[in-house]
Nanobody, 119 residues
């Protein structure tokens, strides 16, 4: 079992910054990749950024150059630094952790944190 708790969401003006945190606990020893997803009203959930163990980070095209994903292994915490925020970034952001064989049973989710960017 893996538990994920997001925090750091809130209301910001366009052009502002926000940092999301995801605290992981439980059986996290075999986690291969962690990432952030988001879901805006009326839209499908999409991958925002991912950070595989021993691999290169991956970003959705619209956030490249603005968002940075990182992790503190000692604290078992995942971060998403979001700069130059735009109204289109408004969504519920979800922390994700996964391990082989990457089936739904081994794909863990937090409850989400709301990010709202005003124009």
């Amino acid at each position: 079992q893996v538990q994920l708790v997001e925090s750091g969401g809130g209301l910001v003006q366009a052009g502002g910054s926000l940092r999301l945190s995801c605290a992981a606990s439980g059986n996290i020893f075999n986690i291969n990749v962690m990432g952030w997803y988001r879901q805006a009203p009326g839209k499908q959930r999409e991958l925002v950024a991912a950070i595989p163990t021993g691999g290169s980070t991956k970003y959705e095209d619209s956030v490249k150059g603005r968002f940075t994903i990182s992790r503190d292994n000692a604290k078992n915490t995942l971060y998403l630094q979001m700069n130059s925020l735009k109204p289109e970034d408004t969504a519920v952001y979800y922390c994700n952790a996964a391990r082989a064989p990457f089936t739904p049973e081994y794909n863990y989710w937090g409850q989400g944190t709301q990010v709202t960017v005003s124009a």
